[in-house]
């Protein structure tokens, strides 16, 4: 597999300049407001599936240095009352915890506090757009050095949260077409073939503005066994696939849509600078596909409306959600 493939794929589907040379948001432009109130019109039964993981000690990371599971702190917990008061009284009257004496003193009030410390993209996320690059440039040919130790002054997942996000989406069944037991084995990259092949025996059609979510079974499977090993993620190829659709935006249930081998040497996420970098288009990783895919497969209809809101972390390249489908 050559690099010179890649880059014959990198300028196929540049979308520079297509939404005039300040634009931050990239394919989230084809959400129209038509295409959101047509999502609305998609839910019909009334069911809400949530597609968040929970942020929690034991999530998904494994041993990445750069990225870990997120630490949960109380500040202020039930057991205080009794440490400060009664297990240390003279914390109360020598300063040292004259606050929590305050609090936790004669009034009737008793209440908890807590804090997180967490990577933006430690379980279910969206990629910003500047969460990926190379030779320097950004989507849009923004100049890398717009991420700096403060954030991301240029495609942030801040200036992405204008967009909801919601749209209608499609779930693409890759365990159902693979008649795969739980989640597909790694191994065999998923192909826009495949895609295809999914859309038509599922009878649904992916249309400009939507969000495409592709079930591979990878959440399934690490939510019942704990399992973390790899299974098969998007050939990087794909990328035209979702191009040439015009999709808004790609999601699917394992750590970074594409599969972790790329079959390219010295370019390891080939799919991440065809989608984030050229095409400005965001991946939503770690989402929760199991209980949805199950009510498709039930009820036959693989269309609904999703809404995604990411959190306004200025500056943030990614950030942490706990998007819904509705149907
Ligand atoms: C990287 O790990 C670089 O990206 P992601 O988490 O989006 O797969």
Redesign the pocket.
């Known amino acids: 597999m050559s690099m010179n493939e890649f880059y014959e794929m990198a300028e196929r589907v540049r979308n520079w300049g297509r939404w005039g040379s300040d634009d931050e948001i990239g394919t989230l432009n084809y959400i129209t407001p038509e295409i959101v109130r047509d999502s609305a019109r998609l839910v019909t039964k009334g069911s809400v599936f949530q597609l968040g993981m929970d942020f929690s000690p034991t999530g998904p990371q494994g041993d ?1 240095l ?2 870990r599971n997120p630490m949960h702190v109380m500040t202020i917990d039930g057991g205080d009352r009794g440490a400060v008061s009664e297990t240390f009284p003279s914390w109360e009257t020598n300063g040292l915890a004259q606050e929590y004496g305050a609090f936790m003193g004669s009034d009737l009030l008793r209440f908890t506090d807590d804090m997180i410390i967490m990577h933006t ?1 430690s379980a279910t ?1 969206w ?1 910003a757009l500047a ?2 690059y190379y030779d320097d440039k950004l989507y849009n040919g923004f100049s890398a050095d717009t991420v700096t130790s403060v954030g991301a002054y240029r495609c942030g997942i801040d200036k992405v949260g204008v967009r909801g996000i919601t749209s209608r989406a499609v779930l693409l069944d890759i365990v159902a077409l693979r008649g795969a037991d739980t989640a597909v084995p790694h191994g065999d990259p998923i192909t826009a073939e495949e895609l295809e092949r999914a859309a038509n025996s599922q009878n649904v059609e992916v249309r400009e503005g939507d969000i495409v979510l592709v079930h591979t079974g990878w959440v399934t499977k690490f939510t019942r066994s704990g399992d973390r090993s790899p299974s098969a993620g998007l050939d990087w190829r794909a990328a035209e696939w979702f191009h040439d659709r015009r999709v808004a935006a790609v999601a699917a249930d394992n ?4 599969d972790v081998a790329s079959g390219i040497t010295g370019n ?2 080939p799919m ?1 600078l065809l989608c984030l970098r050229e095409m400005g288009l965001s ?1 939503g ?1 770690f989402w929760d596909l199991t209980a949805l895919a199950a009510d498709c497969a039930e009820d036959g209809r693989y269309e609904f409306q999703v809404v995604a809101p990411p959190l306004r972390i200025s500056g943030g390249v ?1 950030s942490p959600i706990n998007p819904v489908a509705l149907k």
Do not use: I, K, N
């Not at 750590?255 to 594409?258: A, C, I, L, Q, R």
């Open positions: 990445l750069f990225r993209q996320q990629d969460h990926a750590s970074g849509v594409e390891m996420l991440h991946f990783e990614g």
